[in-house]
């Protein structure tokens, strides 16, 4: 069964200290990972996926298969960063995405 | 950039009632999902469908709900008679493939009263 683990609801840091969001998976095939941001009552968004290996404002995530590991980092938080962060896991054949609970990131001024 | 839209974007309704949420998805998307997120809690998978069925549901998407694309372009879920523990934010989204990430909508708030 495909499960996300983000250990942390909440996790206040202070303007420009770097941030770890983490998240850890179970997941017997290839998983594909993804990092999904939502901003104060606005919709899910698509931050990172784990294929693409990019960078989004800032932000990086690399897939560490032998910890089973996806976190998202940033070296300086931004005040704009402070939003809900969800992991989400998509299994081989297209099968839907698993998210994990979330966590509040709140970048304090 | 294409969106995904949700109407509408409150719906308030009585215990036993039939709700119908719509979606639009993103015109070139192959790929069509229901999600819910009770308050406070994860957002979680309902259903996706893909050539004009579903191709897969969860453990929530029992016979009270539906899912339809009456006309090539809408995405429907309808909740034939809501129950309170309906009430959530109900999020549509829609994707090209495996790999692209899905694309949400800005999410119907369904309260149940």
């Known amino acids: 069964a495909q499960r996300v683990t983000q250990p942390e609801k909440l996790l206040s840091v202070f303007k420009g200290a770097p941030v770890e969001l983490k998240c850890n998976y179970s997941?017997?095939?290839?998983?594909?990972l993804f990092w999904y941001v939502q901003y104060s009552r606005q919709r899910l968004q698509l931050l990172l996926r784990h294929i693409s290996r990019e960078s989004i404002k800032g932000f990086t995530a690399d897939l560490n298969k032998g910890e089973t590991s996806f976190h998202l980092k940033k070296p300086f938080a931004q005040e704009e960063d402070s939003a809900m962060y969800y992991c989400a896991l998509s299994g081989t054949g297209n099968t839907p995405l698993v998210f994990g609970k979330g966590t509040r990131l709140s970048v304090i001024a | 950039e294409p969106e995904v839209t949700q109407t509408p974007s409150h719906q308030v309704t009585q215990m036993g009632q039939e709700v119908i949420l719509r979606c639009v998805p993103i015109?070139?998307?192959?790929?069509f999902y229901w999600y819910r997120q009770i308050l406070g809690q994860k957002v979680e998978f309902l259903v996706s469908?893909?050539?004009?069925?579903?191709?897969?549901k969860s453990e929530i998407f029992d016979d009270q709900f539906s899912v339809e694309r009456p006309d090539g372009s809408n995405f429907t879920l309808k909740i034939r008679s809501t129950k309170l523990e309906d009430s959530a934010m109900y999020f549509c989204?829609?994707?090209?493939?495996?790999?692209?990430?899905?694309?949400f909508g800005s999410g119907t708030r369904l309260t149940v009263v």
């Open positions: 997941y017997s095939g290839s998983p594909e």
């Open positions: 989204a829609s994707s090209r493939g495996t790999g692209d990430g899905y694309t």
């Open positions: 469908f893909y050539n004009n069925e579903i191709s897969e």
């Open positions: 015109s070139n998307h192959l790929y």
